[in-house]
């Protein structure tokens, strides 16, 4: 077999090899691109570093300043880059660049000093007052931005004092509670049941003095003008002129009419949140079981019906079935 039959042989059963075109050299443009990428991200991320350590607290002011000045900002960054290429220590040429950027000429630029060398006295930002920010916010560097715009706004706040016509806050709406019934007063005294010598919220929109007069007896223990004994009275009795009109002290509906050996002629109206006014010894009713009436309406006449020794008007007030004191809710002279 001759050389060529051996050389089909012993390619026989491989696989031809593809050969790739190899791609064309990147131009110098593409490579000064790419070099500059380098140089910007390596400059940024020493940046960070070199803030982060506190390296130059002083010299964001520079930056700063150098920002509002006339500086050849082309030749800084060239030297800058010519520092890098020729193998100069990074701290170097970074100092050669801030030098630069404040207008010092390259020859007149203060020695390289490496930065473990540096004097002990460097404070880093992170130790100044509010981790750095009150450093940059008085030297401006934050200025402008949203912010120390709120920060400002907030300070500012702080220290306007509160104008004498701005207007009030509207009143808190007052709560209304469930009356509860009392077993004994502070003093330890025993109470009636359903009774209660505590101030409630009765939650009512109006509310009206339903006769003109004074108040001849109050709310709590007395000793009885008609038996002499020591009781507990639930009412308030304002004393006034016989025929002396009465109005309902709050708007609602009249539960019951009627008329008693002890109260005369009595009346009861339910208002809201189970409120309740009852008025005895009158001379005259004026409203029926059922009806309708407003605040301050006119439902009967002051009379001496019943066990009553003069005319006056025997006002009770219930919230929640329990008794209270009308004296909290009507002011008499």
């Known amino acids: 077999?001759?050389?060529?039959?051996?050389?089909?042989?012993?390619?026989?059963?491989?696989?031809?090899?593809?050969?790739?075109?190899?791609?064309?050299?990147?131009?110098?443009?593409?490579?000064?691109?790419?070099?500059?990428?380098?140089?910007?991200?390596?400059?940024?991320?020493?940046?960070?570093?070199?803030?982060?350590?506190?390296?130059?607290?002083?010299?964001?002011?520079?930056?700063?300043?150098?920002?509002?000045?006339?500086?050849?900002?082309?030749?800084?960054?060239?030297?800058?880059?010519?520092?890098?290429?020729?193998?100069?220590?990074?701290?170097?040429?970074?100092?050669?660049?801030?030098?630069?950027?404040?207008?010092?000429?390259?020859?007149?630029?203060?020695?390289?000093?490496?930065?473990?060398?540096?004097?002990?006295?460097?404070?880093?930002?992170?130790?100044?007052?509010?981790?750095?920010?009150?450093?940059?916010?008085?030297?401006?560097?934050?200025?402008?931005?949203?912010?120390?715009?709120?920060?400002?706004?907030?300070?500012?706040?702080?220290?306007?004092?509160?104008?004498?016509?701005?207007?009030?806050?509207?009143?808190?709406?007052?709560?209304?509670v469930t009356a509860v019934a009392q077993a004994y007063t502070d003093d330890g005294i025993e109470l009636p049941r359903n009774v209660s010598m505590a101030f409630y919220e009765l939650g009512l929109s109006e509310t009206a003095v339903p006769v003109a007069g004074t108040a001849t007896s109050g709310f709590g223990y007395r000793d009885s003008p008609i038996n002499g004994k020591h009781e507990f009275h639930l009412a308030l009795d304002i004393g006034a002129a016989e025929g002396t009109e009465i109005g309902a002290f709050a708007s609602g509906v009249v539960e019951y009419i009627g008329e008693s050996d002890e109260f005369g002629n009595y009346l009861k109206i339910r208002h809201e949140n189970n409120v309740s006014s009852f008025y005895a010894h009158c001379s005259k009713l004026l409203v029926h079981k059922g009806d309708e009436v407003s605040c301050g309406q006119t439902v009967a006449l002051v009379g001496h019906t019943g066990n009553a020794t003069g005319p006056h008007l025997h006002l009770t007030i219930e919230k929640d079935n329990i008794r209270l004191d009308p004296a909290y809710y009507v002011e008499l002279p």
């Open 1 to 176: 077999m001759d050389g060529v039959s051996r050389r089909g042989v012993a390619n026989r059963g491989r696989r031809p090899i593809q050969r790739t075109k190899r791609a064309p050299r990147s131009s110098g443009r593409e490579e000064d691109r790419r070099r500059l990428i380098q140089l910007v991200a390596s400059f940024a991320l020493f940046l960070l570093v070199y803030i982060g350590r506190g390296v130059f607290p002083g010299q964001l002011e520079a930056w700063r300043e150098a920002a509002a000045a006339n500086v050849d900002f082309k030749a800084a960054f060239q030297q800058f880059s010519t520092d890098l290429s020729q193998g100069k220590p990074m701290q170097s040429a970074i100092e050669t660049l801030c030098f630069m950027l404040l207008g010092g000429e390259l020859e007149e630029r203060p020695p390289y000093i490496p930065l473990d060398e540096k004097p002990q006295a460097l404070v880093l930002l992170s130790q100044t007052p509010n981790g750095g920010l009150d450093y940059l916010r008085e030297h401006g560097i934050l200025a402008g931005t949203s912010f120390s715009q709120k920060e400002d706004e907030r300070s500012d706040a702080e220290q306007t004092p509160t104008q004498p016509d701005s207007p009030m806050p509207e009143e808190t709406q007052p709560v209304v």
